[in-house]
């Protein structure tokens, strides 16, 4: 029978080790350290809001697709262009951090997709630092009150996000999170940099000379 059958039988592993081959890279998948996998089903109900895909190897039927998010902290930069509330404008560039809710991602997955970072986080982050800075004068705004705008643009930004891309009849549920927003330079227009050198210039003369002239100034009593 094995010898009747031969040509049939090693076809068949053949065929076999072939699918195998082909369909290897859309059932066996890899998730790295650090991030987790998001579902999708093309023949079922779409993204599978029940099911994370944790760290290691994971099987799927072929025709299914999985998205890889990471759910480590993310640091970014990025130079924006503010106003203050005496109409100084001025470039700040901030540093922060942000992460996706690891648990809370097959609805990231549904309702943003895995461009989060330029559909939601970098566009509310840039508003709330302008909204931010609006509210004071150039002087408060980067000296003493630099430590509170930074908070408040963490918690303004998170705030929007929370309110902006909630799912469909769900409240309060948090999909990113920024975190440690910190202003790490600023600069104002050409001209008014050259004003405050100019300034800062006279007055370290001042010091530096001023008690000297007052001294020649003086008069000598006999």
């Not at 072939?18 to 998730?31: D, G, K, R």
């Not at 370290?204 to 002239?213: D, H, I, N, S």
């Amino acid at each position: 029978l094995l010898r009747k059958n031969t040509l049939a039988i090693i076809t068949g592993v053949l065929v076999a080790l072939a699918l195998i081959v082909v369909l290897w890279p859309y059932s066996v998948h890899f998730i790295p350290a650090g991030s987790k996998g998001v579902l999708f089903k093309r023949l079922g109900n779409g993204t599978d809001l029940d099911r994370i895909l944790e760290e290691g190897i994971a099987l799927t039927l072929p025709w299914n697709r999985v998205t890889v998010y990471t759910t480590r902290i993310q640091q970014q930069t990025t130079e924006i262009e503010v106003l203050t509330s005496d109409r100084l404008k001025s470039k700040m560039t901030i540093s922060f951090q942000y992460n996706a809710y690891p648990y809370n991602l097959p609805l990231l997955h549904k309702f943003v997709g895995p461009d989060y970072y330029e559909k939601i986080v970098l566009p509310l982050i840039e508003s709330s630092t302008r909204d931010a800075v609006a509210k004071y004068s150039a002087e408060d705004a980067f000296t003493k009150d630099i430590q509170k705008i930074s908070q408040t643009i963490s918690l303004d930004t998170s705030n929007l996000i929370l309110k902006r891309i909630a799912p469909t009849g769900l409240t309060d549920v948090r999909l990113i999170s920024i975190n440690d927003v910190q202003l790490i330079k600023f600069s104002f227009p050409q001209e008014v940099e050259t004003a405050l050198e100019n300034k800062a210039v006279e007055l370290a003369k001042a010091e530096a000379y001023g008690p000297m002239l007052q001294g020649i100034a003086k008069p000598v009593n006999d």
